[in-house]
């Protein structure tokens, strides 16, 4: 550390002169370590809008609470899986993390039901229909020990692969990744007639590399962001499902927080969720654009194709719904989107 150099003013015989003295080194105080040091697990890399929210959270929570709240943050996957981190989780090893579905839907069935293959068209009715089963979703997955601190999502899940893929057909012949863990997603897969191949996410690079699959589904922002792209330069320009996901926390943990101080947290985490939202909806348009600057070929579907795949869709709702995602569940999510709809076409006089 460099000494500082302070300017004395002395009297020397008399007479008034400037000195330069060093200063004697100063010992650094070391920071106060939180009384709460909370560890937090994503698949989201460092330098990703998810796990900037995370960080933010994590500086709001340190500030409101005096700095006795932090927050470790491990990204990227280096804790494993989603499944991997909900399992420490359960047993204390970790504390919070931001999930997708599929990872939420290791904890409760409900979290299945914003996934439904091609079921939404748009925001729009995602969030009409989440804003309707949050509670209900926030009250599932509070009964089996963890508490929901904001909602988010991911882009919507395209098809990404070695080989051009413009209709089902051609998906159907290449090796498919599909997320190891979620059994009755790779029955639905293989009943639909794919060729998949079960693994976890951080395994998608070298996997594309060696062969071992040759396509995979995936919003387009991860495949940015993880340079699987680089891999598999074509991709199917479909809406197949809303990447939807929530921060949370283990009960446990959040029960060890001052009580005057909760609200107060909850209230900055969904804050935080909200403010990034817009930025992390319009990174999938800003994700595409930049992907096809390096060689990424985008497949437009025909009206034929896209009514092939719709029709392949709902083929499997029936055995969706009460396997996947409960029956009344299942029924309650359609119909709230039925009624979007209706509420937004003009009626005809």
Do not use: H
Request: proline share 6%.
């Amino acid at each position: 550390m460099k000494l500082r150099v302070l300017l004395l003013s002395v009297c020397v015989a008399g007479l008034g002169l400037e000195i330069a003295v060093p200063a004697r080194a100063e010992t650094p105080t070391p920071p106060q370590a939180p009384e709460i040091q909370i560890k937090v697990g994503t698949l989201a890399p460092e330098g990703t809008p998810w796990y900037d929210v995370i960080q933010e959270i994590g500086a709001r929570w340190k500030k409101a609470s005096g700095g006795k709240i932090g927050l470790t943050i491990f990204g990227g996957g280096v804790q494993g899986d989603e499944a991997d981190m909900i399992r420490k989780m359960r047993i204390g090893q970790m504390q919070m993390g931001a999930f997708t579905s599929v990872g939420l839907e290791t904890i409760t069935k409900e979290m299945s039901a914003l996934w439904i293959p091609l079921l939404f068209q748009n925001y729009d009715e995602l969030d009409y229909v989440r804003s309707k089963l949050d509670a209900r979703l926030e009250n599932a997955l509070g009964d089996k020990g963890f508490v929901v601190l904001n909602w988010g999502d991911a882009g919507w899940v395209k098809y990404f692969a070695k080989k051009p893929i413009p209709t089902l057909k051609a998906l159907q012949e290449l090796k498919l990744f599909t997320w190891a863990g979620s059994s009755q997603s790779e029955e639905m897969y293989k009943n639909a007639g794919f060729k998949v191949v079960p693994l976890a996410p951080t395994d998608i690079l070298t996997s594309l590399q060696t062969n071992m699959i040759e396509a995979f589904p995936a919003p387009a922002t991860a495949a940015l962001a993880n340079q699987w792209f680089g891999l598999a330069k074509n991709m199917m320009d479909i809406k197949f499902a809303p990447v939807v996901g929530a921060t949370i926390i283990t009960k446990a943990a959040w029960d060890k927080i001052d009580p005057s101080l909760r609200p107060t947290l909850l209230k900055l985490a969904q804050e935080t969720g909200t403010k990034f939202t817009p930025q992390i909806r319009k990174l999938e348009t800003d994700a595409i654009d930049a992907m096809v600057k390096r060689g990424l070929q985008v497949q437009k579907l025909t009206p034929q194709a896209e009514q092939e795949w719709q029709q392949t869709a709902e083929k499997f709702y029936p055995k969706i719904r009460g396997t996947i995602v409960p029956a009344e569940l299942f029924d309650e999510v359609r119909n709230l989107v039925m009624e979007y709809r209706a509420q937004k076409t003009p009626v005809k006089k």
